[in-house]
C-alpha cells in the first residue's frame, strides 16, 4: 500500500513563499513520477506541476511557471514543491500524487496517477 502524506501548507501574505513536502511510504520510490495538483473551493482538481523518476524534468501550469519549483530527494522519498511570490489565486487544497512511470518520462496533466495524498492547505490572505 502506497501513502502519500503531504505537509508544509498555511496561511502566508500575498508575495510570501512556502514549500511543501510529499512524503512517499513506498519501496521504489524512483520508479514513479511525481505531481502536484491543487483544487479551490467551488473549481474542479487542476494541474500545478509534475516531475520525472529522477528529477532530471519537469512540467508546469502556466498559472505557476517560474514562481513554483518541484524538487525530489529520491534517498528521503519526498518530493517538494517551492512556492514563491503566492497570490490569494494560489488558495487551494494541493494534493502530491505518484505514477508509474518510464525513466525520463513527466507524468502527464490529467489527474492519471496511482495514488493521492490526503492533501494540504494553503491559503494566502491579499
Known amino acids: 500500500q502506497v501513502q502519500l502524506v503531504e505537509s508544509g501548507g498555511g496561511l502566508v501574505q500575498a508575495g510570501g513563499s512556502l514549500r511543501l513536502s510529499c512524503a512517499a511510504s513506498v519501496p521504489s520510490f524512483s520508479s514513479y513520477g511525481m505531481g502536484w495538483f491543487r483544487q479551490a473551493p467551488g473549481k474542479e482538481r487542476e494541474f500545478v506541476g509534475a516531475?520525472?523518476?529522477?528529477?532530471?524534468?519537469?512540467d508546469y501550469a502556466d498559472s505557476v511557471k517560474g514562481r513554483f519549483t518541484n524538487s525530489r530527494d529520491n534517498g528521503k522519498k519526498t518530493v517538494y514543491l517551492r512556492m514563491n511570490s503566492l497570490q490569494p489565486e494560489d488558495t487551494a487544497v494541493y494534493y502530491c500524487?505518484?505514477?508509474?512511470?518510464?525513466?525520463?518520462?513527466?507524468?502527464?496533466?490529467?489527474?492519471?496517477?496511482?495514488?493521492w495524498g490526503q492533501g494540504t492547505q494553503v491559503t494566502v490572505s491579499s
Open positions: 500524487a505518484a505514477s508509474q512511470a518510464l525513466r525520463g518520462v513527466v507524468p502527464g496533466r490529467s489527474p492519471n496517477y496511482n495514488y
Open positions: 516531475i520525472s523518476r529522477s528529477g532530471d524534468r519537469q
